[in-house]
């Protein structure tokens, strides 16, 4: 199929078969949007214009970039797993509103991952990833780094095992950064291959939202030792990751505050929750779409000056990106990821940890219910329903699971909210990459 948008008052045709971008004039924005969109009036356009534009359009035809046929291949997935979520602490030193996981205790006693049963996840995973040579593990929480120390001894004990069987583990974590001290730091650059670290933009919005157990901002605490650690990071991976809210529907002056901060690599999300006060609604979304074209023109207005930074939803790669297996298959939840909670209990998840409907086995008993597994396994974009007509399809893989089962019902189910803002990230995606080549060729 086909889309016609504007975007920073340039008028783009996008080909979702061949994966391509195009840059017309209105009037040609126009038509396609009308004919092949319902979005407009045909009667518009004179015959002679009508002449002119499906000209253009045909030649585009003919080099397969113009309503190019779709591949509806379904994946053909793993049954090799491949990741898992350890929520090595069900506990957290900050007490953050919106937060999806009721302040790290996931709606459950505060308790920690002892580092037995981390060791049998690791083992489990091991086990089960079958000829896999390169596995990964998400330290998660509440806040992973109050129990550092067991986290130490879980990496140290994978290494050892993996060097056994020929495989690689790739570690990950994400913290508030309170406890990011020197030691925290230098294991952090020795073992993690990314980072992730929460900060939410200017201090006023931050602390807001992020405050800790004795209801203070935690902005002045955490944010010279983020910056040290940004900077002792070198050329390794790292990204602060903010949350917006209705609070602060102006979030690009949260992002271009992190930018200005020194920090390159940013993302900045949509708060997933039902607090009246902080959730996003229908009535919001004008207002977002709007806000991440003003975003759009800072972010590339910033890059023009050569002082650039990785934004994540502006991140669209049109030449050479994610296979199609992957974009249909998507992320892999419930098949080839799980999360692993302190008591060993298995899910498909850290968003569906503690729903007890979607406990798939635990670590000590190593049987996953294949029930559950297979009800993920056979979801993919072509069993998202009212996928098949948008043209984002084969970039946002139809959406969260988790998300799309909490507000609609169904993991299949698109959640519209998402669908909405997704929509204006990959347009505004697509303008900024057009706007590097076209840079870059002049």
Do not use: W
Not at 31 to 40: H, M, Q, T
Not at 138 to 148: Q, S, T, V, Y
Not at 319 to 333: F, M
């Amino acid at each position: 199929m086909v889309h016609a948008f504007k975007c920073q008052n340039k008028f783009y045709i996008y080909d979702s078969g061949s994966d391509s971008l195009h840059e017309c004039d209105e009037d040609t924005k126009n038509y396609v949007a009308a004919k092949y969109e319902s979005c407009g009036d045909l009667s518009a356009f004179t015959e002679e214009k009508i002449r002119e534009i499906e000209f253009e359009l045909e030649a585009l035809k003919k080099e397969g970039l113009f309503l190019a046929e779709e591949i509806k291949t379904y994946p053909l997935k793993s049954t090799e797993i491949k990741a898992l979520c350890l929520h090595i602490c069900h506990d957290c030193n900050l007490r953050c509103r919106y937060c999806f996981a009721d302040e790290g205790a996931y709606h459950s006693a505060r308790e920690f991952m002892s580092e037995d049963t981390a060791k049998r996840a690791i083992d489990f995973l091991i086990k089960n990833s079958g000829q896999r040579k390169v596995l990964e593990v998400d330290f998660f929480g509440g806040e992973p780094l109050m129990c550092l120390p067991t986290i130490k001894n879980v990496v140290a004990y994978a290494r050892e095992q993996s060097e056994k069987v020929g495989k690689k583990f790739l570690f990950t974590t994400t913290t508030n950064a309170l406890l990011l001290d020197d030691d925290a730091i230098d294991f952090f650059n020795r073992e993690m291959e990314n980072v992730v670290l929460s900060v939410d933009g200017r201090k006023e919005v931050h602390d807001a939202i992020r405050k800790t157990i004795n209801g203070k901002g935690s902005f002045d605490l955490i944010i010279d030792k983020i910056k040290k650690f940004v900077r002792s990071r070198g050329d390794k991976s790292y990204y602060v990751r903010g949350t917006f809210t209705s609070k602060n529907l102006d979030f690009s002056k949260d992002v271009i505050f992190l930018a200005e901060n020194g920090f390159d690599s940013i993302s900045m999300e949509p708060v997933v929750t039902d607090i009246p006060d902080l959730e996003i609604r229908s009535e919001h979304l004008d207002d977002i779409n709007a806000e991440y074209e003003n975003l759009l023109a800072k972010y590339l207005e910033k890059y023009d000056k050569g002082e650039g930074f990785n934004f994540f939803h502006f991140n669209v790669d049109l030449e050479g990106g994610v296979c199609l297996q992957k974009k249909v298959s998507a992320c892999g939840a419930g098949n080839e990821y799980f999360s692993v909670v302190p008591n060993g209990d298995i899910y498909p998840c850290h968003q569906f940890a503690g729903d007890k409907k979607f406990l798939m086995g635990n670590v000590f008993e190593g049987v996953l219910n294949a029930e559950i597994r297979s009800k993920f396994a056979d979801s993919c974009l072509f069993t998202r329903k009212g996928c098949e007509n948008c043209f984002a399809k084969f970039i946002c893989s139809g959406g969260c699971a988790a998300n799309n089962y909490r507000y609609e019902g169904d993991i299949n189910v698109p959640y519209k909210i998402t669908c909405s803002m997704m929509k204006k990230r990959i347009e505004c995606g697509m303008h900024a990459l057009a706007h590097k080549k076209e840079l870059k060729n002049r």
